[in-house]
């Protein structure tokens, strides 16, 4: 058993945000994100997350940013239930067999232009499971990928950050 902790364990990865983050620090972040967000698309970014195969580490965090502490729709980003609606994928988890299918569908349905953001080490790493015969590899050799969250998971300050982030890509991309 210590074996498996110790493997699970073995390549933390920094996150995006480093340090303590105050609720004044992700209020002036999360304006700053609105708006970025309301000068390129003009309304709300709409999300739509897939998760191919997590523990749920990395949905946890994502649901935190729905509580009345970070309140993520304040700053003008949705989830959404259906691709057809998104803007953006966010995918968490180890890219599985079972998954790779299903993932790709999402991809297709979600109009032009969409992103494909990462979350979590796993979509990238595998994570433990990496040389696992059910896991695909990196979701980076499927689809492109605009941005990748680190953390195991990522704590909900680095998801805003990485957002913030993204939002800064798209400013400077022609």
Known sequence: MSFLIKLLFKNKTQDIVSGNIDSVSIKGKGDELKRSIDRIF???LFVRLVDTGSCNACETELAALSNPYYDLERFGIKFVASPKHADVIIITGCLTRNMLNPLLKTF?????PKFVITAGD????GGPFK????VCGPVSKYLKVAMHIKGCPPEPEAIISGFLSFMGMLKTSP
């Open 42 to 44: 003009g309304r709300s």
């Open 108 to 112: 297709e349905f979600v109009p032009e």
């Open 122 to 125: 796993c979509p990238e790493t």
């Open 131 to 134: 040389d696992s015969y059910a």
